[in-house]
C-alpha cells in the first residue's frame, strides 16, 4: 500500500474526516479507549463513516510508524450519493441506466465492472457500505481507470437503494440463475437498474424480491455459472444493444 493511501495517528485521523478527504473506512485497534478514542469515535459517527476494529497487528502491517491505534484508509474516488444522482440524471435528460451490485467482495471483479461500465457509457455503480468491495487503488488499477469515469454511490442498505430507484421510475432487472426469462428478453431501453450479486450467493432474498424482472444467462455446458464481471458485461451489453437499436 502507498504512503498516499491512508492516513495514520488519532489527531491526523480527526484532521482528515473533519477536513472532508475521501475516506474508504477507518481501521482502529480493538482495544482503542481513551479520550482521544472517544473524540475520534464521535466524529466518526457524526460523518458516517465505515469504521472496523481490528487486531494490532492488522494495523503494523500497514504501518510500523506510531499510528496510535487509527488508520484511516483513503478512497481514490469521490463516493456519490444515489438521492443526489437520480433527480440530476433526468434533469439532464438522460435515459439512466445503473449497475448495482450486491454483497460483491472480489476487488478484481469489482474493478472488471468498472472497466465494463466505463466502456459502455454506465451512469453510475451502487454498491453497500459494508460486508462490500469498496473503490481501492487495486479496484481502479484492475478497472484501467475505469472506476474514475463511473460515479459510484456507496449507500448504506442495497435494498433500500433498489427501493429508492425503483420509486424513482427504474426498472429493476436481477441477474439471477432464478430468472424466468433469457436475459435478452428483459426491458433495458426505459431507466434501468442491472442488479448483480455476490460470487457465491447471488443476489440476497430481499432484493430478489424487490426487483421487477428477474433475467437469467443460459449455461449449456458443464460449469453451472459465469464469473460475476463476464455476467456483468454480458448484462450490460445487452442494454447497449438494445438502447442502440433505437436511436
Do not use: W
Not at 449507500?155 to 439471477?176: C, M, P, Q
Amino acid at each position: 500500500m502507498e504512503k498516499t493511501d491512508y492516513i495514520f495517528g488519532i489527531r491526523a485521523v480527526i484532521e482528515a474526516i473533519e477536513a472532508g478527504r475521501s475516506i474508504d473506512k477507518v481501521l482502529v485497534r480493538r482495544d482503542f479507549t481513551g479520550d482521544l478514542a472517544r473524540e475520534l469515535y464521535a466524529k466518526i459517527k457524526e460523518y458516517d463513516i465505515v469504521m472496523q476494529r481490528v487486531p494490532v497487528e492488522k494495523l503494523n502491517r500497514i504501518t510500523m510508524k506510531n499510528h496510535q491505534g487509527a488508520i484511516a484508509l483513503l478512497s481514490p474516488v469521490e463516493y456519490q450519493k444515489l438521492e443526489n444522482l437520480v433527480p440530476l440524471f433526468y434533469e439532464e435528460g438522460r435515459n439512466p441506466l445503473v449497475v448495482v451490485l450486491d454483497g460483491l467482495t472480489d476487488t478484481r471483479n469489482f474493478g472488471a465492472i468498472g472497466r465494463t461500465a466505463a466502456c459502455a457509457g454506465v451512469d453510475a455503480i451502487v454498491i453497500p457500505e459494508r460486508n462490500s468491495v469498496s473503490v481501492t487503488p487495486d479496484a481502479v488499477k484492475t478497472s484501467a481507470g475505469g472506476l474514475f469515469h463511473v460515479p459510484v454511490c456507496r449507500e448504506k442498505d442495497i435494498l433500500s437503494a433498489v427501493r429508492f430507484l425503483k420509486d424513482n421510475g427504474y426498472h429493476i432487472v436481477g441477474a439471477t440463475e432464478k430468472g424466468a426469462s433469457n436475459y435478452t428478453c428483459a426491458d433495458y431501453k426505459v431507466p434501468v437498474a442491472i442488479v448483480m450479486g455476490s460470487e457465491d450467493t447471488g443476489i440476497s432474498d430481499a432484493v430478489i424480491r424487490a426487483c421487477d424482472e428477474l433475467a437469467a444467462i443460459p449455461i449449456i455446458g458443464k460449469i453451472e455459472s459465469l464469473n460475476v464481471s463476464v455476467a456483468a458485461g454480458i448484462m450490460i451489453y445487452e442494454a447497449l444493444r438494445q438502447r442502440m437499436e433505437v436511436l
